[in-house]
Each structure stands twice: as structure tokens, then as C-alpha cells.
């Protein structure tokens, strides 16, 4: 199975300041055949199932707002908020597409300072 | 809009059998990948497996052999059983849909179903 390792585990941020997670997977999730990165992220707040952000690592989902941005390739990811908002406080999951068993990081929880 | 419910028992014994139904509104099952999920009390994400509107099936080896999935187009639902379940299979339960650019995208979901397991 791959391993995802997500950094930090918690993270304070004041409200308008820029957030950084990062995720880290055992193997590279790059699909040479498309040359996409099969790493998606999830943000998931208190009582609510998971909602999807990010896919292909820097693809925005429909709706989500353009303060959440991600990068990097092959095993080293990155979610960044550019300017944190009350209701971003949640927890957040980074996941690979790549091969099956899907697996997931072990989420960063994210507060305001 | 497309929506997931899960139902079923929300108390499993021990060594017994769990089954959760998921129920998509919105839009046809069909052609799509559908994923179970779950979750642990405070814990993270653990996908379980998938199933295609065909039948065809993935299941997470850790669970493989106690795993099945199955899918009623007919309905609209698909469902989910896991045997001789212990105190460790104790988890909200997600369904969640996988898009049609990748399976392992999972865009929609359930609002989850707790499952515990006692006696």
C-alpha cells in the first residue's frame, strides 16, 4: 500500500494569514500515461462527511473557493490557503488515486491562532 | 443534485455480520464507481472498497476476505456487508461516488451512519 504522511498533524493560523499542508506519498503518484498526479485533497469539518477540494494535486473542484490552492508532484504535495477564513477550520485529508487500496493521510487538523 | 444516504443497524454483535444499504437521489447509479469509507471514532479515513454498476468489485485486502459489496441499479442503491465484525470495525460508514475522470476521486458523499459493535 502506498503511505501517505501528512505534515504538520495540527497547525494554528491567524484569520487572513496564509496555511500550509503537506503530504508526503511512499511512492510516486504520477501516471505517466497522463502525466497527472493522482492526489486529491479533502477537507472535513466537525459532524460532516469529507468534501472534496483538490484532484490531479492542483485541480479545484467546482465551488471551492480560489483561497485554496495545490501543488507538487510525484510524492511531495502541498494544500495552501492564502488567506484563512473562520469556516476553514477543519480537517483536512490528502488522498492517492493512484493504485487500489486508496489511502488517505492521516489529516491535519487546522485552528485559528 | 446528487445526494447518498446510508442506512442500516446502527448496533452489530460481535462475530455477527453488518450490512448498510446506501441509497443515491439525484441521478442513475449507473456507469459510475461507488466507494465504501470509514471512519473510526476521532480517527482517519479507511477506504474499504468499490463497486461498479456492472458488479465488478475492488476490496481493500486488509478487509478482502470479509468484505462484499453488491449494487441494485434497480433502486438505486448499492450495499455493503462486512462478517465476524469486532470491537475494531467500529466506524462511521461512508458511501461516496467516484467520478468518471478517476474512480479514486471521491466527489460526492454520504452523510455517514455510526456503527458499533457490542454485545
Known amino acids: 500500500d502506498i503511505v501517505m504522511t501528512q505534515s504538520p498533524d495540527s497547525l494554528a493560523v491567524s484569520l487572513g494569514e496564509r496555511a500550509t499542508i503537506n503530504c508526503k506519498s511512499s511512492q510516486s503518484v504520477l501516471y505517466s500515461s497522463n502525466n497527472k498526479n493522482q492526489l486529491a485533497w479533502y477537507q472535513q469539518k466537525p459532524g460532516q462527511p469529507p468534501k472534496l477540494l483538490i484532484y490531479w494535486a492542483s485541480t479545484r473542484e467546482s465551488g471551492v473557493p480560489d483561497r485554496f490552492s495545490g501543488s507538487g508532484s510525484g510524492t511531495d504535495f502541498t494544500l495552501t490557503i492564502s488567506s484563512l477564513q473562520a469556516e476553514d477550520v477543519a480537517v483536512y485529508y490528502c488522498q492517492q488515486y493512484y493504485t487500489s487500496p486508496h489511502t488517505f493521510g492521516q489529516g491535519t487538523k487546522l485552528e485559528i491562532k | 443534485q446528487v445526494q447518498l444516504q446510508e442506512s442500516g443497524p446502527g448496533l452489530v454483535k460481535p462475530s455477527e455480520t453488518l450490512s448498510l444499504t446506501c441509497t443515491v437521489s439525484?441521478?442513475?447509479?449507473?456507469?459510475?464507481?461507488w466507494s465504501w469509507i470509514r471512519q473510526p471514532a476521532g480517527k482517519g479515513l479507511e477506504w474499504i472498497g468499490r463497486?461498479?454498476?456492472?458488479?465488478?468489485?475492488y476490496y481493500n485486502p486488509s478487509l478482502k476476505s470479509r468484505v462484499s459489496m453488491s449494487v441494485d441499479t434497480s433502486k438505486n442503491q448499492l450495499s455493503l456487508k462486512l462478517s465476524s465484525v469486532t470491537a475494531a470495525d467500529a466506524a462511521i460508514y461512508y458511501c461516496a461516488r467516484g467520478t468518471r475522470a478517476a474512480a479514486g476521486i471521491f466527489d460526492y458523499w454520504g452523510q455517514g451512519t455510526l456503527v458499533t459493535v457490542s454485545s
Open positions: 439525484g441521478d442513475s447509479i449507473s456507469n459510475y464507481y
Open positions: 463497486i461498479y454498476t456492472s458488479g465488478s468489485t
